[in-house]
């Protein structure tokens, strides 16, 4: 049985660098949160694959080397001859952190179906874990939620992160109940503060975790407050990390470093989603907030993702940023 099925976009981040001449230009790095996640769990030793569809082109085989690297499973990777792999350009202010161009109507992610090896899958992994860019294309969107049913039908956790990207929506309201439609089904849910406030109306991370448990039922939710830290309602236990003291060279992949460790913890526990004390919260968001912040140290998404050596270490030293 996998540890998690991770489904969704694969795309290439064309992340800016400069050449020895001083000259401007982007790197090709492969990305795309889901194929993030995944790559983050196997880097701490979890059995994850991810299932996504790119081009039959040579990012799409970038994308499928950096996976297999990471210890991912890639054979639910679909390739598509018709179809380019999607591409998204990244851009970083002076505090490193990023936004998006994207380049990806009609590209091969949004092509993504389900199939007998996916369902299979998604019926056979312990959790199952999407976001809310392949729900902004029909047939992607319809290819996730037949998974996630199949998922829930036969019991698995589903895992969500939303990670909400506003240009790849014409409808901004749209987005948001494509999102809100599907939280009665997640069981986790990991979420930044600022997609809290756009969904639910609450700045303050604290109270939008208990009220994305409470109104949704979600059994461990997660908000992550980028430099600050991140928040936890676990199964009613509430419970605050800070992020750690690091030098941040590009924020991209943070937020799905924090998703894979807090995902490899709830995996390594007995009792599942249920019985939490708040000293067991507390270390549980301690080792996800020194994978995210590990994360942002680096320039790329999954070059940048820590060893579970790396991460026990930023813990053990301590240095937060408070």
């Not at 992340?15 to 995944?38: D, S």
């Not at 901004?172 to 756009?198: C, G, N, T, W």
């Amino acid at each position: 049985m996998l540890d998690v099925l991770s489904v969704g976009e694969a795309l290439v981040d064309m992340t800016p660098a400069e050449t020895a001449a001083g000259e401007r230009c982007f790197l090709p790095k492969a990305g795309g949160a889901p194929v993030n996640v995944a790559c983050a769990l196997a880097k701490l030793g979890k059995n994850a694959a991810f299932a996504g569809r790119v081009g039959e082109d040579a990012f799409g085989r970038q994308l499928a080397d950096a996976l297999a690297s990471a210890g991912v499973e890639t054979a639910l990777l679909q390739r598509d001859r018709q179809r380019h792999t999607t591409l998204a350009f990244v851009h970083l202010d002076e505090q490193g952190e990023r936004s998006f161009s994207f380049c990806r109507k009609g590209m091969a992610d949004t092509a993504f179906q389900a199939d007998e090896k996916t369902l299979s899958a998604a019926r056979e992994s312990r959790i199952f874990h999407f976001g809310s860019v392949a729900l902004a294309e029909e047939r992607s969107r319809s290819a996730v939620l037949e998974l996630l049913y199949a998922a829930q039908t036969a019991g698995r956790l589903i895992s969500c992160d939303p990670n909400l990207r506003f240009p790849l929506w014409d409808d901004h309201s749209a987005m948001k109940r494509a999102v809100l439609d599907v939280l009665p089904a997640v069981d986790i849910l990991k979420i930044a503060e600022e997609e809290a406030e756009f969904l639910f109306g609450l700045a303050d991370p604290a109270k939008a975790a208990q009220y994305a448990q409470e109104t949704f039922g979600a059994r461990a939710v997660f908000v992550t407050c980028g430099g600050k830290g991140a928040w936890a309602a676990l199964d009613g236990v509430l419970c605050f990390a800070p992020a750690y003291a690091v030098e941040t060279v590009d924020t991209t992949g943070a937020g799905d470093g924090f998703c894979g460790a807090a995902l490899a913890i709830l995996l390594e526990r007995t009792d599942g989603l249920s019985g939490w004390s708040q000293e067991e919260g507390t270390a549980l968001l301690r080792f996800a907030c020194a994978a995210g912040s590990l994360a942002v140290t680096r320039k790329g998404a999954i070059d940048a993702l820590p060893t579970r050596t790396e991460v026990e270490r930023c813990v053990a030293e301590g240095k937060t940023a408070e």
